[in-house]
């Protein structure tokens, strides 16, 4: 479950607002016009961006956000590790039980490809092919934020600039003129805030689950190659336990899923 997400918007917004509140003129802020006009832009923008089926991907990507788990690696390898003592000791189909016991449906996805006697390339093949399948919407939902962020701060500016015009339209009573600038410059602010406090961090996080999904496949792309091959446990223990302990330990084929993905 992510929750350090919504800790950061309420503690950004807490001490955002707080210092407002703290100075004069705070009901100035307070513009629903302005928070209409950027974030309305935005999803304008992004309707004439990405088609009407993305932008509606956007809510199964929030929710798959916001449930979101880190993958445990070390799990990977115990399974592994014991599976591939099970291969050693009675043969491939011997994990036919196994694999009706795991819960993670990709590695009984190759796991099964290796009982059916598929070949190893055959196999690698087909677990990124579906790597790519199961991980176009992660990818998807980190471009379509980071790209809602890049939006945010020129609606601000666009309703920064309507605010001018509006203002300069009269200029009758000099006496107005701050207190239409600083209505005028209120869409900015709320541009910035969406911007950097909202969508481009989310989108940086969602790129970050990405990586470690694309990680933890192939871990388990590895694990399972590596049965296929008649490794022994030992063997698949240290190849698996390189993703643990060494952040460059497979690399390369790394590059690959996420390329894939």
């Known amino acids: 479950m992510e929750k350090s997400t919504p800790i950061g918007i309420v503690a950004g917004l807490g001490m955002i607002y707080g210092a407002i509140f703290m ?4 009901q100035t802020f307070f513009d629903v016009a302005s928070i209409v006009l950027v974030l309305g832009g935005t999803v304008a923008a992004l309707l004439v961006g990405f088609s009407l089926e993305e932008v509606k991907n956007a809510i199964p990507v ?3 956000f916001f449930t979101y788990s880190s993958p445990d690696l070390s799990q990977y390898v115990d399974q592994f590790t014991k599976l591939s003592r099970t291969a050693r000791r009675d043969g491939l189909l011997a994990l036919d039980r196994a694999i009706a016991e795991l819960e993670d449906e990709f590695m009984s996805f190759g796991l099964q490809m290796a009982v059916d006697g598929i070949e190893e390339d055959a196999i690698a093949d087909l677990m ?4 790519k399948e199961d ?3 992660r990818q ?3 471009k379509f934020f980071m790209t809602a962020g890049s939006y945010c701060p020129a ?3 666009l309703g920064t600039l309507i605010g001018l015009i509006q203002m300069l339209q009269n200029l009758s009573d000099p006496s107005q003129i701050g207190a239409g600038m600083a209505v005028a410059l209120i869409t900015t602010f709320y541009g910035a805030l969406f911007a950097n406090l909202i969508f481009l961090p989310m989108g940086d996080k969602m790129n970050a689950q ?3 999904m694309v990680r933890a496949r192939e871990v388990i792309q590895t694990g399972v190659l590596s049965i296929v091959q008649g490794d022994g446990p030992s063997m698949v ?12 330990g497979g690399d390369s084929a790394g590059d690959d899923l996420a390329q894939a993905a």
């Not at 336990?241 to 460059?248: E, F, M, N």
């Open 140 to 142: 998807f939902g980190a």
């Open 135 to 137: 991980l176009s919407l």
């Open 128 to 131: 990124r092919q579906k790597t």
């Open 237 to 248: 223990e240290k190849r698996l336990r390189l993703y643990l302990g060494d952040a460059s």
């Open 210 to 212: 990405f990586a470690e």
């Open 62 to 64: 929030l929710k798959g």
């Open 155 to 157: 609606f601000g500016m």
């Open 23 to 26: 100075g004069a003129g705070w």
